[in-house]
Nanobody, 116 residues
């Protein structure tokens, strides 16, 4: 069973930057992707970015050109570099691990707040 631990959330002014990290413990042999989702108050959880072991990344249109996802396989850690943050990026960010089987594991979430 995998356990995901997120860190790096916080409060930042619009235009600023934050870096989120998510470390996985346990067996991730059958990993398909790791990535980030977010959920703002009153909204559904949405994809932010995902990445495969080989480094192939996928981004939501709303964050393309501003966010960058990377993976360090040796440390079983995925990072999300967030630049040019906007107030609409305010949400709880959840780390996700999707297995080849289609099942998912989730982190506990970390709050990102962008003030205008």
């Amino acid at each position: 069973q995998v356990h995901l631990v997120e860190s790096g959330g916080g409060l930042v002014q619009a235009g600023g930057s934050l870096t989120l990290s998510c470390a996985a413990s346990g067996n991730i042999f059958a990993l398909r992707t790791m990535g980030w989702y977010r959920q703002a108050p009153g909204k559904q959880r949405e994809l932010v970015a995902t990445i495969t072991r080989a480094g192939s990344a996928n981004y939501a249109d709303s964050v393309k050109g501003r966010f960058s996802i990377s993976i360090l396989n040796a440390k079983k850690t995925v990072y999300l570099q967030m630049d040019k943050l906007k107030p609409e990026d305010t949400a709880v960010y959840y780390c996700n691990l999707e297995y080849v089987s289609g099942s998912n594991a989730w982190g506990q979430g970390t709050q990102v707040t962008v003030s205008s």
